[in-house]
T-cell receptor, first 113, second 114 residues
Framework: GESVGLHLPTLSVQEGDNSIINCAYSNSASDYFIWYKQESGKGPQFIIDIRSNMDKRQGQRVTVLLNKTVKHLSLQIAATQPGDSAVYFC????????????FGTGTRLTIIP | NAGVTQTPKFQVLKTGQSMTLQCAQDMNHNSMYWYRQDPGMGLRLIYYSASEGTTDKGEVPNGYNVSRLNKREFSLRLESAAPSQTSVYFCASQQGGGQGNEQFFGPGTRLTVL
């Protein structure tokens, strides 16, 4: 079946540095990709999304890059803060009308003070 | 707006017992979803409802049933709980109808089956 996965399960970054979280996907038909942040004991929270016809999208302190050639997605967080410590998930939507998400396994980001 | 609410927050069941997890959203969303999250894994879709009156199976539907009671509420029922159903359950809602893919999640229900 189709899968969405992440390269590394954990990542530690010094406060103030930039972090990059990577994600690989296998479904060439994916229309849409989303990054979610999940803090301990809470439900996932939407961060940023990107359509498959784009290769970059920026938000507040976050940038998502999409490389469809190698089926790779990354989330860059600039000037990391302690509040950025969480598990980050990428998810894809293979059928825009279907609106079902397939989640990766997640990367735990730890910000070191 | 409360967003997506779930009850209960925690539950312990014995094998074979039944229970219903409740979910409600006040955002007038069309689509609602039930996921489970196991340690070290991402969220897996159990069932979803694209609109009031419709439900469909997700990736891991076995052992569960759902009811879309109305536009606001989407419940998940375990008829005969098994230890393999020990997990954290998340409900989510989405505007749907091709009007946006952001799913809003509830705080989760932590279920333990002994």
């Amino acid at each position: 079946g189709e899968s969405v996965g992440l390269h590394l399960p954990t990542l530690s970054v010094q406060e103030g540095d930039n972090s990059i979280i990577n994600c690989a996907y296998s479904n060439s038909a994916s229309d849409y990709f989303i990054w979610y942040k999940q803090e301990s004991g809470k439900g996932p929270q939407f961060i940023i999304d990107i359509r498959s016809n784009m290769d970059k999208r920026q938000g507040q302190r976050v940038t998502v890059l999409l490389n469809k050639t190698v089926k790779h997605l990354s989330l860059q967080i600039a000037a990391t803060q302690p509040g950025d410590s969480a598990v980050y998930f990428c998810a894809d939507v293979s059928n825009f009308g279907n609106e079902k998400l397939t989640f990766g396994t997640g990367t735990r980001l730890t910000i070191i003070p | 707006n409360a967003g997506v609410t779930q009850t209960p927050k925690f539950q312990v069941l014995k094998t074979g017992q039944s229970m219903t997890l409740q979910c409600a959203q006040d955002m007038n969303h069309n689509s609602m979803y039930w996921y489970r999250q196991d340690p070290g894994m991402g969220l897996r879709l159990i069932y979803y409802s694209a609109s009031e009156g419709t439900t469909d199976k997700g990736e891991v539907p076995n052992g569960y049933n759902v009811s879309r009671l109305n536009k606001r509420e989407f419940s998940l029922r375990l008829e005969s709980a098994a230890p393999s159903q020990t997990s954290v359950y998340f409900c989510a809602s989405q505007q749907g109808g091709g009007q946006g893919n952001e799913q809003f999640f509830g705080p989760g229900t932590r279920l333990t089956v002994l």
